[in-house]
């Protein structure tokens, strides 16, 4: 029988490494398998928040499970967690409905955990045998290997039919072929060069185009019928060979990235269609870009500057540092918000381009102001004004001119920071 270490061996992970946590509260009629089903960043925001506590500060990942029945364990996710002591938790407890860490004698602590791809064909079809220990729900993984409840059931082979292959036949009579397939994706290509994914084991944000396409982030979002995965900005997965790499440096290897998508209709798809190849050629500080199998071609050095085109890399960044919210306002909506740079990409370098301290999230509103020099901010977040800007307008904007302020600052936004306010000072 095999056993939940061997899987994470198998990925290239140590179970020293390694976290289990057993959701499994419930308040006020929910569950964490509710969230998980019903409201996937609810349950995000939940596992996120928890208790300053040796199993969740010592171990680089989390293998997150919940129950689905009394006695039920099953797999949810991979997850690279941080503690992020500077993040206030200003939301309530997506599941109870009061405030995070009600009744508890000790604050809680946000903890920044970001899905990884690793694992990830068992998400919602693995289940392991916790043991006796039902109340215990954190554990090390390897002083416990748990065993796979009833052995692995393994992937239909690639040959079998696909949940997408109604999505495929669509999308052939729009101009796409086949070209190769895998366990987890089928590769198609268009006519005209474009390369996209399906998902083959699930109808969710089945459909993933090119990474670059951020650049037209809000045509994609005004287009009826079609619909980006909240859940996450892109989409990682290592068998997309025609797509840029993505890759964190906290991470041995590197992966792949692109946008997940749904059409409701055919319709919708074809309005999306003829949208991606209207905007195949993007224009860039860098030049115009081809997406499209060409990508490959360039060489390394131009492929990871690019692949910041639209801000996407720089974006994923930024959210991530933010907790995809403006560092402002707080507003979470994702079609509103900004991927700043401090320092313009004009007055850049290459290197201070793709670094993310020299950027903040912001709302749109709030990034044209920015962006113009009219507003700025102090080493320590506090808001500064352009003489040009009536602090009446701000507080029409909703923006308290007196109060407002951004909080989780590095030391090394500082060096950008400076030079914003220098600019503010000369217009």
């Given at each position: 029988?095999?056993?939940?270490?061997?899987?994470?061996?198998?990925?290239?992970?140590?179970?020293?490494?390694?976290?289990?946590?057993?959701?499994?509260?419930?308040?006020?009629?929910?569950?964490?398998?509710?969230?998980?089903?019903?409201?996937?960043?609810?349950?995000?925001?939940?596992?996120?928040?928890?208790?300053?506590?040796?199993?969740?500060?010592?171990?680089?990942?989390?293998?997150?499970?919940?129950?689905?029945?009394?006695?039920?364990?099953?797999?949810?996710?991979?997850?690279?967690?941080?503690?992020?002591?500077?993040?206030?938790?200003?939301?309530?407890?997506?599941?109870?409905?009061?405030?995070?860490?009600?009744?508890?004698?000790?604050?809680?602590?946000?903890?920044?955990?970001?899905?990884?791809?690793?694992?990830?064909?068992?998400?919602?079809?693995?289940?392991?045998?916790?043991?006796?220990?039902?109340?215990?729900?954190?554990?090390?993984?390897?002083?416990?290997?748990?065993?796979?409840?009833?052995?692995?059931?393994?992937?239909?082979?690639?040959?079998?039919?696909?949940?997408?292959?109604?999505?495929?036949?669509?999308?052939?009579?729009?101009?796409?072929?086949?070209?190769?397939?895998?366990?987890?994706?089928?590769?198609?290509?268009?006519?005209?060069?474009?390369?996209?994914?399906?998902?083959?084991?699930?109808?969710?944000?089945?459909?993933?185009?090119h990474p670059w396409y951020d650049a037209i982030a809000d045509r994609?979002?005004?287009?009826?019928?079609?619909?980006?995965?909240?859940?996450?900005?892109?989409?990682?997965?290592?068998?997309?060979?025609?797509?840029?790499?993505?890759?964190?440096?906290?991470?041995?290897?590197?992966?792949?990235?692109?946008?997940?998508?749904?059409?409701?209709?055919?319709?919708?798809?074809?309005?999306?269609?003829?949208?991606?190849?209207?905007?195949?050629?993007?224009?860039?500080?860098?030049?115009?870009?081809?997406?499209?199998?060409?990508?490959?071609?360039?060489?390394e050095r131009a492929s990871y500057r690019l692949a910041r085109i639209?801000?996407?890399?720089?974006?994923?960044?930024?959210?991530?540092?933010?907790?995809?919210?403006?560092?402002?306002?707080?507003?979470?909506?994702?079609?509103?918000?900004?991927?700043?740079?401090?320092?313009?990409?004009?007055?850049?370098?290459?290197?201070?381009?793709?670094?993310?301290?020299?950027?903040?999230?912001?709302?749109?509103?709030?990034?044209?102001?920015?962006?113009?020099?009219?507003?700025?901010?102090?080493?320590?977040?506090?808001?500064?004004?352009?003489?040009?800007?009536?602090?009446?307008?701000?507080?029409?904007?909703?923006?308290?001119?007196?109060?407002?302020?951004?909080?989780?600052?590095?030391?090394?936004?500082?060096?950008?920071?400076?030079?914003?306010?220098?600019?503010?000072?000369?217009?």
């Amino acid at each position: 029988m095999r056993t939940f270490n061997q899987l994470l061996r198998g990925a290239g992970i140590h179970p020293a490494e390694v976290s289990l946590l057993r959701h499994q509260t419930e308040r006020g009629g929910r569950t964490p398998n509710w969230l998980w089903e019903n409201d996937r960043e609810g349950f995000y925001r939940y596992q996120s928040t928890q208790l300053d506590r040796p199993v969740f500060r010592n171990s680089r990942y989390w293998a997150s499970f919940v129950s689905p029945s009394k006695h039920q364990t099953l797999f949810v996710g991979l997850f690279e967690c941080a503690v992020r002591p500077d993040v206030v938790i200003d939301w309530d407890d997506p599941l109870g409905g009061g405030p995070v860490g009600d009744g508890k004698d000790k604050p809680y602590l946000y903890y920044q955990c970001t899905p990884i791809p690793q694992l990830s064909e068992w998400i919602g079809r693995l289940k392991i045998e916790w043991g006796n220990a039902q109340r215990q729900w954190t554990q090390y993984a390897a002083n416990d290997d748990k065993s796979i409840a009833g052995g692995v059931q393994r992937r239909a082979p690639a040959s079998a039919p696909n949940a997408n292959s109604a999505l495929a036949k669509t999308l052939s009579l729009l101009g796409f072929e086949t070209r190769h397939r895998t366990q987890k994706l089928t590769m198609l290509e268009h006519a005209a060069g474009m390369i996209a994914y399906l998902k083959n084991d699930t109808t969710r944000y089945p459909m993933v185009i090119h990474p670059w396409y951020d650049a037209i982030a809000d045509r994609l979002h005004s287009l009826p019928g079609v619909a980006r995965d909240p859940d996450r900005v892109f989409y990682i997965n290592s068998n997309m060979s025609a797509f840029p790499v993505y890759q964190d440096p906290s991470r041995a290897t590197s992966s792949r990235y692109g946008i997940a998508l749904e059409a409701k209709d055919a319709a919708s798809l074809g309005r999306l269609i003829l949208l991606l190849e209207r905007y195949r050629t993007i224009s860039t500080p860098s030049g115009d870009v081809i997406v499209g199998a060409g990508d490959n071609g360039t060489t390394e050095r131009a492929s990871y500057r690019l692949a910041r085109i639209g801000q996407g890399k720089f974006r994923l960044d930024l959210n991530q540092a933010w907790n995809w919210r403006c560092a402002l306002t707080g507003i979470e909506l994702q079609e509103l918000l900004r991927a700043s740079h401090i320092k313009s990409w004009g007055d850049s370098d290459d290197g201070e381009r793709l670094d993310p301290f020299n950027g903040l999230l912001l709302a749109a509103h709030v990034d044209a102001l920015f962006d113009r020099h009219l507003i700025s901010f102090s080493d320590e977040g506090r808001l500064l004004l352009s003489a040009r800007l009536s602090e009446t307008l701000l507080r029409r904007l909703a923006i308290d001119p007196v109060n407002a302020r951004i909080s989780g600052l590095d030391a090394r936004h500082r060096v950008y920071l400076a030079h914003h306010r220098a600019r503010m000072q000369l217009l």
